[in-house]
């Protein structure tokens, strides 16, 4: 994928398409707590990270799944993926976004949302079924 330029908006707009995508996906699957960041302004590696969470590990594998899924059907490969086995905490690398998929105790022990506390949230459209109260 080729470095976003500040004036090439159908880029911008084409990476927010796949992440939104990603975000579906792993909604049909029930994910928890979803959260994007945009770090456009803040990074160089990537424009946004996706943040979910699982119930279980299986739960994780299956949202990740889902997320793989539904980008591959759109010939969208990952660049990489690490973690997928495990369960507790996968990471789907897309180049311009980045998606992590948690059992939801690491996510929040982990808490990369206070790690990029100054990226701008966007605003989402959260299921009730999908919200989580905080477990600290």
């Given at each position: 994928?080729?470095?976003?330029?500040?004036?090439?908006?159908?880029?911008?707009?084409?990476?927010?398409?796949?992440?939104?995508?990603?975000?579906?996906?792993?909604?049909d699957?029930k994910?928890?707590?979803?959260?994007?960041?945009?770090?456009?302004?803040?990074?160089?590696?990537?424009?946004?990270?996706?943040?979910?969470?699982?119930?279980?590990?299986?739960?994780?594998?299956?949202?990740?799944?889902?997320?793989?899924?539904?980008?591959?059907?759109?010939?969208?490969?990952?660049?990489?993926?690490?973690?997928?086995?495990?369960?507790?905490?996968?990471?789907?690398?897309?180049?311009?976004?980045?998606?992590?998929?948690?059992?939801?105790?690491?996510?929040?022990?982990?808490?990369?949302?206070?790690?990029?506390?100054?990226?701008?949230?966007?605003?989402?459209?959260?299921?009730?079924?999908?919200?989580?109260?905080?477990?600290?």
């Open positions: 994928m080729k470095p976003l330029e500040s004036n090439d908006t159908t880029q911008e707009s084409s990476t927010r398409a796949w992440v939104d995508l990603a975000l579906a996906a792993a909604l699957k994910a928890l707590a979803p959260a994007m960041l945009d770090l456009r302004s803040q990074s160089s590696y990537t424009d946004y990270i996706l943040l979910l969470s699982g119930r279980s590990d299986r739960h994780v594998q299956a949202v990740t799944d889902a997320v793989l899924e539904a980008l591959g059907h759109e010939q969208q490969r990952p660049i990489g993926v690490e973690g997928q086995q495990q369960g507790h905490w996968t990471l789907i690398d897309y180049g311009d976004f980045v998606v992590h998929v948690f059992y939801h105790p690491m996510r929040e022990f982990y808490d990369l949302e206070g790690l990029w506390c100054d990226a701008q949230r966007v605003e989402l459209e959260i299921p009730p079924e999908s919200q989580v109260e905080p477990l600290f």
